[in-house]
């Protein structure tokens, strides 16, 4: 139940949207033993091979601090490789064999979690609300 205020705020609709569908995707990821962010930043460090953080994070649109706490877990099973440089002031990060098998595995999971989206939701609609959500955030951060 909203009240008239609530029906009104972008930013809750917005959140309460993301919350449902990260929940979706959670229950999916967890049988592959990743959350859907490390997800996200094994399949973005697949696309680029040795990224700083500051990269990532711009990729990732996350803080720094939330990258790292995503990361952890990833470094710490050796799915995520790390090499200092520039005497330790920038880290390159890379996906290890290891990191790109799990990422195939848990891709698996993922697309169960957007097939199950798409059915609850449609998969025009789907597509459509993507494509919109894609095209606020890429507006919205060129304002900045």
Not at 7 to 22: E, G, H, P, Y
Not at 40 to 54: E, P
Not at 87 to 107: C, F, I, N
Request: hydrophobic share 40%.
């Amino acid at each position: 139940m909203h009240t008239s205020i609530l029906q009104n705020d972008d930013c809750f609709a917005v959140r309460q949207a993301a919350r449902q569908v990260s929940q979706l995707y959670e229950r999916h990821m967890s049988a592959a033993g990743v959350t859907p962010t490390q997800f996200s930043v094994l399949t973005a460090l697949g696309l680029k091979r040795g990224q700083t953080m500051h990269c990532l994070s711009t990729t990732m649109v996350m803080e720094r601090t939330t990258v790292i706490r995503a990361l952890k877990p990833l470094l710490k099973n050796g799915y995520v490789s790390s090499v200092a440089e520039d005497g330790g002031r920038r880290l390159l990060l890379a996906l290890t064999d290891k990191g790109k098998a799990k990422q195939e595995e848990a891709a698996q999971f993922w697309q169960a979690a957007k097939l199950e989206f798409e059915h609850r939701f449609g998969a025009k609609a789907a597509i459509h609300l993507r494509e919109e959500l894609f095209r606020i955030g890429t507006e919205l951060s060129s304002q900045e």
